[in-house]
């Protein structure tokens, strides 16, 4: 029955089309190839391109007289320059600082959670994930209201002149970015944690060694990989972070190059060719990154998870639990409740020298992030709209692409794959600098009406570029895990493709693309890098003007910005995840022959 419906609709497919047979299948084939590489290319490819070019070729896009004779003039003056071979230094020397202190207090998180028999551990777990959504530069500006010589802590006396006047340099920036990306190492960590089981633990008990000795001799070898893993992203996260570099960096004159990129490209006349060169420094240090963690993967990869795996057991701290539970307490403080009590008391007092008294309290600026017809409001709404338009385009695009690359062949299914992680490891502040290069210097597209140098399309581009990756990484491994006999039975029924897109692929990956939405919309809502290189002449977004505000000493307006704006995504969020979380669940077939009787069943349904 199925070869005679399969010989049908190849009759029906004959009868309509005046191309040979096979040759419509081989052209989409084709033509959906060409159109993954042609979104990478266009998206992320070619601003990467011209960085690297106007790196070497200076007088590429001079306004008069353009050259393209080769030259490392911008290179030479990178490193000849005292303030720009600083930042080159004072990267590298934050990066390495912060990757030992985040993976010491991540991995001693992941401890602690999973392996101690401490109270609350639900709730604690939690805790870097609420860390890990908080953009980074917002927990930067709550630390100056805290640590400022008038800040909050000094009005209550709880901070030293010594610690005020050291915080705004090296150690502020190693302290801040600890509490900022410990979760990342904890997620790393923690993840190989997981998976070692406590058959060697127990071997080595019996053998009566010491708790700390088993750490030091067994588990710590086994855990190696990973804990190194931490170390390489944290490296990698610091060098290409902005929100850091723009807000106590600046303040404390301690260069990084994610900042001389900023300000090369933000000058009057533009400094293309030391932004380009500072860009390619940058993104020589993230590469190089990148291969060392692709050398330890291949080189160092323990399995520990076997047929024989034992549940870890639980250390019984005793009386030290509540020890154990203060010190996570205090992480918890230090990174998530102090930062956010502080954006909040901003944004409900009127200035912050007359502190927390009750008569400095107000809602005028709340109100005025509220209100309509107000920059603020305008801002804030720019940003959700931004953030909500380029979720829709980044999560539809990523299940097209995904849904084109489970059919793909497996060169192009590693190149994309490859290419979408290699992505994730561009800075923001390059990939921007990239795009104005593109759509403001490179003939044939400065003139395109669509998107436009300028504009609010450009914008969302952007966005998409940026978080297209993350999207693609989540749809796709839910898409892979898809049976090829459910779409198999619709096509043998003459289902177009779009249409078993969304009728049998899209409700069985449903909760992936919702969750690739929303992280793109948080994401999108606080993203600064790329909103602060392509700000459009309709007005700045949320990310900017916050920033904006601040260095103008309009810090409570622009706190009261960043609390309606996590409030907003927050809430958001929780209204449409909860809810589809709870009645859309995944259904269990109940064999394989009912399951290919319901996928032919379905597919006569759609045809």
Known sequence: MIQHTGAAVSARRAGTSSLPRGGLTVLVRGGGSFAVYAVFALLIGLPLALVLVQAVMPDLFAAQNPDNSLSLEPLSRVFNSPYLARSVLHSLELGMLVA?????????????????????????????????????????????????????????????????????????????????????????????????????????????????RIWLRINGPLLAPAIALSFIATFAEVLSDFGLASTIARMSDFGVLTYGI??????????????????????????????????????????????????????????????????????????????????????????????????????????????????????????????????????ALALLLSAQLDRASPVLRTAVIGLSLGAVAIPGIVLGFGYILVWNRLPGFRDWPFPHYGDGSLLVMGYVAAALPYCLVVI??????????????????????????????????????????????????????????????????????????????????????????????????ALVWYPLRRFVKPRRGAGAADAGSNHIASAETLS
């Open 100 to 212: 030992c202190t985040t993976t010491v207090l991540g991995g001693a998180f992941a401890v602690l959670v999973q392996r101690c028999d401490i109270p609350l551990r639900a709730a604690i777990s939690a805790v870097p994930w609420l860390v890990f959504l908080t953009p980074s530069y917002l927990k930067a500006l709550a630390w100056v209201l805290l640590m400022s010589p008038g800040g909050y802590l000094a009005q209550f006396g709880l901070l030293p002149s010594w610690l005020g006047a050291s915080f705004f340099g090296l150690t502020g920036l190693v302290f801040v970015h600890t509490l900022s990306l410990f979760p990342l190492a904890a997620f790393i960590i923690g993840s190989a944690l997981a998976g070692l089981s406590s058959e060697l633990e127990d071997a080595a008990r019996l053998s009566g060694a010491a708790p700390l």
């Open 262 to 395: 900023y300000a090369a490209a933000s000058d009057y006349p533009v400094d293309f060719p030391a932004a380009g060169a500072q860009a390619l420094v940058l993104l020589s240090l993230v590469l190089l990154v990148v291969v060392g963690d692709r050398l330890l993967r291949r080189r160092a990869d323990p399995r520990l998870i076997s047929g024989r795996a034992r549940p870890a057991r639980l250390y019984t701290l005793g009386p030290w639990r509540w020890l154990a539970i203060a010190a996570a307490l205090a992480i918890a403080f230090l990174a998530l409740a102090l930062p956010l009590a502080a954006i909040a008391a901003r944004a409900l007092t009127q200035t912050l020298g007359h502190g927390l008294i009750w008569s400095n309290f107000t809602t005028v600026n709340v109100a005025a992030a509220l209100s309509p017809d107000t920059a603020a409001n305008d801002g804030l709404l720019r940003s959700l709209f931004y953030a909500g338009l380029t979720a829709v385009i980044a999560s």
């Open 476 to 573: 796709l491994s839910a898409i892979g895990q898809l049976a090829p006999s459910l779409t198999d039975a619709a096509r043998l029924h003459g289902v177009g493709t779009i249409r078993r897109l969304l009728s049998i692929t899209l409700p069985l990956v449903l909760l992936s693309v919702v969750t690739a939405f929303l992280l793109t919309f948080i994401r999108t809502v606080f993203e600064l890098p790329i909103s602060q290189m392509l700000i459009p002449q309709s007005g700045p977004p949320a990310p900017t003007l916050i920033l904006k505000l601040f260095s103008h000493d309009r810090d409570g307006l622009a706190s009261a910005i960043a609390l309606v704006a996590m409030a907003a995504a927050g809430i958001g969020a």
